[in-house]
Structure formats: structure tokens, C-alpha cells
């Protein structure tokens, strides 16, 4: 056992990177509970996970921070963005990144997602926690959509632990996609930081023909925030254009059939939707619970959204979800 143990100094390591017969260059560590984790394997000792009782669904073990990159190599890559793993800071450069996602995922435990899928959701999101943190440019986006609105970035953060946990539904298990969808989805809304205070804070049916017109640019704006960025995928800038189209091609800004978007933005596209049900806001002051935000989309809304993204939510949540998020000051 690990008596100093502080989550913030481990990260997790996918159990397939570790091969059957070889030795490990670091200590491995076994998650029992969030406070209470147990060394499995010292370092140098061989990988014999078939011989020890070892949990058939733990798919992540974890490493101290610091040695990182022993396991990974010089490089770590994250959504598909490469870094310097030894030189991984040690300065929180976005704390408030992380306590946002800590008090989301408590919000979303009360809306009754498979454990297992909530687990991974939150591995993907320190990851990206990661890329952030050591990525300057992407910090700094990030920072300004905290600096805009609390409400945004809580939104952000929903929206991309949700499409995750989509996603692993739909049986995705290629590390840097779900990586890519969550980060693409963390940024889906970066366009709103253009957009004026009277605009962000106007309920939708208030809105003018202008004023709307104005609130959909956003996602233009976002494009253009994020095609200057080097390290930001096509797939990311599809996400951020594409996330209000939908199955029937009724969304905007240019109306796509289910076919032609994007398969990440359709995964964002319905977790957005349903974070917006969910969460408290000017366009929502009475949130559903999970299960009555599911029936809205089917019943009141005609399921407009892509069909295998759909039916991977609904089996994602399991029981009742007595609970409706509430924004949390």
C-alpha cells in the first residue's frame, strides 16, 4: 500500500500496455476505491497478471506520476497531440479544470451511468486534464471560456464526460479517439466566448430572427478560434462546426443528414443535447432527470439524433436517476 498517496500525482496506464513475461520499469498500482489503491507489482518484477487475482474488468492500472514516462517512452500522445511526458509540469496550471470535473462527475453519478463507463469517462478526462495543462495554446482557450462563464465551463466539462461515456458504449475502445471526442467536446463551445453577455444570457424563444443568428454563429466562430492551432485535429474542427446538425438535417449551419456528419460530432451533438436537459440554465430553469431527459429526446423532440448513438445512452444508464442536476456556485 501506498501510504502518500494523493490521486493527483498517479496517472493511468491502459493494463494492454503491459506484456505478459516482461519486466515493468516502474511501480503498478491497483485502483481499490477513489482514496485506496494497493502496489501490485514492483518495479522490475515480470508481468504475470494471469497468475495473480486480478480483476477481469480492471482495463487501467496506475503509475506515479513521476514515472510516466519510463512507461510510455520520451513522447506521450494524447488525442492524437503529442507532448514531452518527461517534462509533464507539476504546476496545476488549471485547477479550476479539475474541480470542475470533480463536481461533475458527482453530478453525473446522480444520473445513474453504468459504473464502469463513468470510470473510463473520468481516466479520458485527466488525460486530457493533462494535455492541457502542457499545452499552452489549448490553456489558454480553456482559460478564456472559464474567464467568460462558470455555467460554460461546467457545460463543457458535462458534455465531454457524457459523449465518452457514449462512446464506450458504442463499443469505441481506440484510446486516442475517445480522446480526441472528449477534447473536441470540451472545446464545442469555444465560439461562445465571441458572443455578447446580453446574447449568452437570453433565453433561445427571446431571441430576435438577429439575435439568433448571431448565437448560432458561434459555431463558425469556434472554427476560426481553432484552425489557427496547429496541434487541433480536423476531426476537433468538425466537432465544433457539426454539433447542432442532426439525423434529419434540420440543424444548423449547414443542415447535414445524419451520413455526412461528422461520427464524433454525433456523439457530441446528442450528449450536448442531453447536458443541456439536464443542466440548469437560461434555456432550461427546470431540469429533468436522466431518465425524463431520455424520454424527451425520444418522445418530444422525435429522436433526432444519430440511432446507434442514441440506443448506446439509454443502455449506459442503468436504474432510476431520482436527481436532476442542479448548477452547483
Known sequence: MDTKFNPDDYVAVSRDEFIAGTQVPVDIFLKLSETNYVMILKEGAKVSFDQMHFPEKAEWLYVRRSDYHKCVGQTLTVAGIVIDSDKISEEKKTIFLSKAADSIFKEIEHLGFDHQALEHSKIVSKSIQTLVENKPDIAAVINMMSNLSDELIRHAMMVSAISVIIAKSMKWTLAQNLEKLALGALLHDVGMKELPDEILEMPRHAMSRDQAATYESHVHRGVEILRSMPSISDDIISIVLEH????????????????????????????????????????????????????????????????????????????????AVKKVI
Open 244 to 323: 447542432h446538425e442532426n439525423a434529419p438535417g434540420q440543424g444548423y449551419p449547414r443542415r447535414l443528414r445524419d451520413i455526412k456528419i461528422n461520427p464524433f460530432a454525433r456523439v457530441v451533438a446528442l450528449a450536448d443535447c442531453f447536458a443541456e436537459i439536464v443542466m440548469q440554465s437560461p434555456n432550461n430553469p427546470h431540469p429533468k432527470n436522466a431518465i425524463a431527459a431520455i424520454q424527451f429526446i425520444e418522445v418530444t423532440l422525435g429522436q433526432p439524433f444519430h440511432k446507434p448513438a442514441f440506443v448506446a445512452l439509454k443502455q449506459a444508464l442503468q436504474g432510476p436517476a431520482p436527481l
